[in-house]
């Protein structure tokens, strides 16, 4: 159990440019979140898998943004044409279905500044 | 919609003293309740769940309640350590097992020596 990784750490882009941030999950987990963090704010849903399946989605995720788990393994959020109010903290985290509590294990989170 | 409020936004305190971090939450239909730390520019490190039928939950210096039918919860941290300086999250679960975490908005903890 290697944890939750996100890659990269940290991400600077020049507004407009589309950017990509990958999430691996813990290898057994079946259920995969993504929490977007504003400074002196807690994290907000972004979305949710289940497997490849994408079940939910906040309404924060304009049509500019984009989440795939292709192989119910790893997953992308993908943002284009970004704005400097996309500037946050990506946060990935991953659970299990199994048993009753859903304890969500965050990763380290990618940083995106937008210039 | 269910809303999460924390108080206070920051604190300060010596080394050394217990303290009680504050936790409220809009909607009672709460699947369980997680308290997480944050160190600057990091990640989160869960610290306790509490599930819904449950009052307390304890983890050496930490202690958590959860008193879901007046929507609030408390983060006890005794004899309190300059290494426990981070900002302390509480979120909570509603809607089932697969549903998505509701964050409040933090407190800042200081602990000086």
């Known amino acids: 159990d290697t944890g939750v990784s996100q890659d990269p750490r940290h991400k600077i882009t020049k507004r407009g440019q589309n950017v990509t941030f990958r999430c691996d999950p813990i290898?057994?987990?079946?259920?995969l979140y993504w929490y977007r963090q504003t400074l002196g704010q807690g994290p907000e849903f972004l979305t949710y898998?289940?497997?490849?399946?994408?079940?939910?989605k906040s309404r924060l995720l304009s049509d500019r943004f984009s989440a795939e788990r292709p192989k119910g393994s790893f997953s992308t959020l993908e943002i284009q044409r970004t704005e400097q109010g996309d500037s946050a903290m990506y946060l990935c985290?991953?659970?299990?279905?199994?048993?009753?509590?859903?304890?969500?294990?965050f990763g380290a989170g990618t940083r995106l500044s937008v210039l | 919609k269910q809303e999460v409020t924390q108080i206070p936004a920051a604190l300060s305190v010596p080394e050394g003293e217990n303290l009680v971090l504050n936790c409220s939450f809009t909607?009672?239909?709460?699947?369980?309740l997680q308290w997480f730390r944050q160190d600057p520019g990091k990640g989160l490190t869960s610290l306790l769940l509490?599930?819904?039928?449950?009052r307390e939950q304890t983890s050496g210096r930490l202690n958590a309640s959860l008193d879901k039918s007046s929507g609030r919860s408390t983060l006890y941290i005794a004899a309190s350590q300059p290494g426990d300086s981070a900002t302390y999250l509480c979120?909570?679960?509603?809607?089932?097992?697969?549903?998505?975490?509701?964050f409040g908005t933090g407190t800042r903890l200081q602990v000086t020596l």
């Open positions: 898998f289940q497997n490849e399946a994408q079940l939910e």
């Open positions: 509490i599930q819904s039928s449950q």
């Open positions: 290898s057994e987990h079946n259920r």
């Open positions: 979120a909570v679960l509603v809607g089932g097992t697969a549903s998505k975490l509701t």
């Open positions: 985290a991953s659970s299990s279905s199994r048993g009753s509590k859903n304890i969500q294990y």
């Open positions: 909607d009672s239909a709460i699947y369980n």
